[in-house]
């Protein structure tokens, strides 16, 4: 099992918190909300592409992890098993949208609408403006390329390039082997490749 | 030259996939194989590009997305009645296996819930908000509705304070939290917080610094935010000026030139005029240009 984001905590101290958290304890559970809630978020709104549903599978996801945290086995990281349900949510939103015939938050020229582009932050801006203008142009060639990939593909990519994640956790989020994820990442990765050309 | 298989191997070993014996084999063919060679660089390309695209969520939005955390944590939500909210949390403990020390602690927790009735309707309600101001660590910081804060500390132990803002220890908890690097969101909290005690220099020179050295940009517009109504202020309009020549975010000069030009004091003058010829966000161009036209100012200098 992997201890996830706990930095300098141990993944023995994770299985504390969990296991403490099991057991009614409420400041462990803000714990492992506080370690993990910034990476749901921004799952959620790279997903989603837009802040309010990010807000509300934020909510969602730590209200059914805080329901069924008893139930959690240790069988994978805590964040896997956190990021699965993350990750069912937010396709279950995205087939809710398809359904309606809406398209992601993405407006036709490829630029975020308003409620998106309200919650970029640039935490790694750059001194040189104009690098950070290219970088900035970039980032939305990018994000345009991910619009073009299915669900589950973008779900791999954004798992192992946003977040860190190995293709066998990856697998684990998928609940499929660490070859289908492989296989699902080296599709997105050509389709993103071809989208981009000679951009990069 | 075999290269069958390569892109696959070059790319897991991008991906930091590729076992090791395997990346020596393929260093080895990669060295006497330019296709390869400038394959790999193209997928190091690749990743630096799709770098450029990741999104931070805002500390703002990480905070309120806690607080409602922690408001449906103790309310009942949608179809579900608060007894059933209380019953989920009885389960997680084990509602079979409860003592009656847990279960009066339990009760406790779900009646400190529903008193605080301000609590619940607050949206400025922070349970989840933590942070280490100097050896005394800041957990929660709850904005109340007459203005007031209560914080709540760890020494040894966690307790709440409550009282104005301006008043000690109130303000200077507020302080230490606001140059607290570790968690953005209750630096933007306690900035937001320090707004009421503005007037004290202590407070300003928070905002000053948040401006200047905060990583976040998120947290630069909330120190400027502090900063509003001194915008007259000839040293806090130098600190102003600073930050729309240096700072690295278009959303923080859009701010300080604003600012700045609502009182269109004549300092701003040199400080438009030398913005324009480095400036590379087109809007701040454009806005910069329109207030030296309505001072009458020209748009470069001779």
Redesign the interface.
């Known amino acids: 099992m992997t201890c996830g984001r706990l930095g300098a905590e141990t993944a023995g101290a994770e299985a504390t918190l969990i296991r403490a958290a099991?057991?009614?304890d409420?400041e462990a559970f803000?714990r492992l909300?506080?370690t993990y809630?910034?990476d749901v978020?921004?799952l959620a709104?790279?997903l989603l592409r837009s802040?309010e549903d990010?807000?509300d599978i934020?909510?969602e996801a730590?209200?059914r992890v805080?329901?069924n945290?008893?139930d959690f086995r240790f069988d994978a990281s805590f964040q896997s098993w956190l990021y699965r349900i993350v990750a069912n949510l937010c396709l279950d939103v995205l087939r809710k949208r398809k359904a309606r015939g809406h398209a992601s938050a993405v407006t036709g020229n490829g630029r975020l609408t308003p409620d998106a582009l309200d919650?970029?932050?640039?935490?790694r801006?750059?001194?040189d403006?104009?690098r950070?203008?290219f970088?900035?142009e970039?980032?939305?060639?990018?994000?345009s390329a991910?619009d073009g990939l299915t669900s589950r593909e973008r779900l791999v990519f954004e798992l192992?390039?946003?977040h860190g994640m190995?293709?066998k956790e990856i697998g684990e989020v998928l609940g499929a082997s660490e070859e289908a994820a492989?296989n699902c990442?080296?599709r997105a990765?050509q389709k993103?490749?071809q989208a981009?050309g000679d951009?990069? | 030259m075999n290269c069958t298989g390569r892109t696959?191997q070059i790319?897991?070993y991008c991906?930091g996939?590729l076992p090791l014996t395997e990346a020596e084999e393929l260093f080895k063919h990669i060295e006497t194989c330019a296709a390869c060679r400038a394959e790999l660089e193209?997928q190091r390309?690749?990743?630096r590009?799709?770098?450029?695209?990741?999104?931070?969520?805002?500390p703002e939005?990480?905070a309120?997305?806690?607080r409602?955390?922690a408001e449906?944590?103790l309310r009942p939500?949608g179809s579900e009645s608060w007894r059933g909210r209380v019953a989920?949390?009885?389960?997680?403990?084990?509602a079979d296996r409860l003592r009656p020390p847990?279960l009066a602690s339990?009760l406790a927790?779900v009646a400190v819930g529903f008193l605080g009735g301000w609590l619940l309707a607050n949206p400025q309600i922070s349970?989840?908000s933590?942070s280490e101001p100097g050896g005394v660590r800041v957990c929660f910081i709850e904005h109340g509705p007459s203005g007031e804060v209560r914080l709540e500390i760890e020494e040894s132990r966690r307790r709440w304070i409550r009282g104005a803002v301006a008043r000690e220890p109130v303000r200077s908890l507020l302080v230490a939290a606001a140059r607290d690097a570790a968690d953005p969101a209750v630096r933007a909290d306690a900035l937001e917080a320090l707004r009421q005690a503005s007037e004290s220099p202590e407070v300003r020179a928070v905002f000053v610094e948040a401006l200047q050295r905060d990583?976040?940009?998120?947290i630069r517009l909330k120190a400027l935010e502090g900063l509003r109504p001194y915008a007259d202020d000839p040293q806090h309009r130098r600190v102003l000026a600073e930050a729309l020549l240096r700072d690295?975010?278009?959303s923080v000069r859009v701010m300080a030139v604003e600012l700045l030009a609502a009182s269109r004091q004549p300092d701003i003058v040199e400080t438009l005029q030398a913005l324009l010829g480095?400036?590379?966000?087109a809007y701040i161009r454009q806005r910069s240009a329109g207030i030296l036209r309505a001072m009458n100012a020209s748009p470069g200098i001779f």
């Open positions: 099991q057991k009614g409420q803000e909300v506080r809630d910034a978020l921004r709104m790279s802040a990010a807000r934020y909510q730590f209200l805080w329901r945290l008893r919650i970029l932050a640039e935490p801006a750059e001194a403006p104009q950070a203008l970088s900035r970039v980032g939305e060639r990018v994000r991910l192992r390039h946003f190995r293709l492989k990442l080296f990765t993103m490749r981009l951009f990069l | 696959e790319w897991l991906y996939e193209r390309s690749f990743l590009a799709v770098e450029s695209a990741r999104l931070e969520p805002p939005l990480v309120s997305c806690r409602e955390l449906a944590l939500r989920d949390l009885f389960r997680l403990a084990g847990r339990s927790l349970l989840f933590r990583p976040n940009p998120a690295a975010d278009a480095r400036e590379s966000d």
